[in-house]
């Protein structure tokens, strides 16, 4: 899982990387390895883009704004809202299943999100590792190309499974408006407002999991900067350049 | 009793022109969104189809469907009760009582078993073995057993009977179960709502007689020509809503105005019913239109969702009243204090480390 082929040249033959580089520089050369290839960067942050229209119009469908002064027939909040979210919905649904084909074509990073080695005892070691780092009893944390177990536990759990339930309930929910005999009440309503019992539980659950995916936000974003920063590589530009850089070069 | 008549004989005897006959049956056809080639498949169904008989048994209820069915004015219940139905044993709506009316109830089952059809009003309690609903002497579980065994067809009438309803909302003592849960081997038809409108009743009466078979069900078992759309989808407000116009408070300007009644609480959105269509008294009014939101009687668990005048509902699980922005806003302020604390930790941690000596941190020891 560590192997890290690197591109930058070894240590033993340390070139002037850049006109201004010291000796202390050059002893720690910086090596890169290609993880996040070009259409996962992309979904990253289209999908965060829609997470937030997504969570603040749904927010707005919930507890609607002030009323609108004039004509009904001259206003369109709500309706302009509403739009605003199932597009938005539209584009993360797609955004979603594209990724997860993409994690059959892609390289073998992008399957991590759908498919944490659960099965493997090493792998939980290294969650404990993880933790333990985040409760300042680790010293020194461990390299990672892709995700570290533990932020990969955070994805699937959040993000995978997170936007998954908000997909299906989302196009449950849609599809209530849209009517029996559209796609969204077929695929969706006829099986899943009985599951819940009836609409309102299904409303309460989509309400609660924007939630739960907004804390992952706050988690992610917090912790990707604190990684940046503190790691043994890059994590914050990696997702906007593809490279995962080391800051040193140390076997593990 | 005689042998059994056809709807037509019944109707004529009563002095029912056929002129008025057929007037009946394109009403009907209208009632339930058919075509107009129906009439005379009606026509003909009520001219050589024995009237069939309706058992209606009354468990742990309040008899609003009872009340609400008997001012259905399309078609009139009057028409329904004596000239469609044979509806032999009801001992709200039946002259007999007593002994007489267990007799009537036994009669009927025997002399059309698995061919009437059992219409249940309430719903049986099955703690302490019933004991909390005694009809003629009995558990109501047991007459309900009892009655469903031969019956061809069940109709829940109302929430109490689909759903369970107030006397199964949490912590439901008496362990109201509906009837779905009870009676298993039958087909059941769900007429949810608290109670149901007058005409959704005899409208799924007429239909069940006249074409011999229970209506379109959806998943959960409920007549799909009344309960595929929601309030909010026919309601006359709508146009209020997507212009977002509410009203804040029943007192406010937009309540004079008409505005929608999300923000109060209305349960429109989340309603499967035909109240918006179909109306009340014969069609005079319903909830939205006297004002008030919808309540979501015609819902599961109606009463357990908290407030009828918040949109956002309760969640119980845990065990403090608290909707999903209540829980979500708590927990993402905690997560949030608990990052910012972190963050300090960490900050302080990497202080010390620099303190030490190298610029290249968290790889060296400390």
Partial sequence: MNVIETKAPSLETPIALAGDMSAEDRAATVTSVYVYEAPVRLWHWINAASILVLAVTGYFIGSPLPTQPGEASANFLMGYIR???????????????????????????????????VWRGQWWKEVLTEIRWYAFLEKRPKKYVGHNPL??????????????????????????GTQPGSWANVLFTSWVIPLFGQSQDVHTWHHLVMWWILIFVMIHVYVAIREDIMSRQSIVSTMISGERTFKDSDPD | MQATETFYDVM????VTRRSFLKFCSLTATALGLGPAFVPKIAHAMETKPRTPVIWVHGLECTCCSESFIRSAHPLVKDVVLSMISLDYDDTLMAAAGHQAEAALEDTIRRYKGNYILAVEGNPPLNEDGMYCIVGGKPFVDQLRHAAKDAKAIISWGSCASHGCVQAARPNPTRATPVHQVITDKPIIKVPGCPPIAEVMTGVITYMLTFDRIPELDRTGRPKMFYSQRIHDKCYRRPHFDAGQFVEAFDDEGARRGYCLYKVGCKGPTTYNACSTVRWNEGTSFPIQAGHGCIGCSEDGFWDKGSWYARLTDINQFGVEANADKIGMTAAIGVGGAIAAHAAVSALKRAQVKNNGSSRAPDLEV
């Avoid at chain 1, 199932?86 to 759908?114: C, D, E, K, P, S």
């Avoid at chain 1, 959040?158 to 849609?174: D, E, H, Q, W």
């Fill in chain 1, 83 to 117: 739009f605003a979210h199932f597009t938005a919905g539209y584009i993360f649904a797609t955004g979603f299943v594209v990724r997860f084909y993409w994690a059959f074509v892609g390289n073998h990073h992008a399957r991590q999100l759908f498919a944490p080695p």
């Fill in chain 1, 151 to 176: 932020a990969q536990i955070a994805m699937f759990v959040f993000i995978t499974l997170g936007s998954l339930f908000m997909i299906v309930t989302g196009f449950a929910l849609y599809g209530e």
């Fill in chain 2, 12 to 15: 004529r005897r009563q002095g």
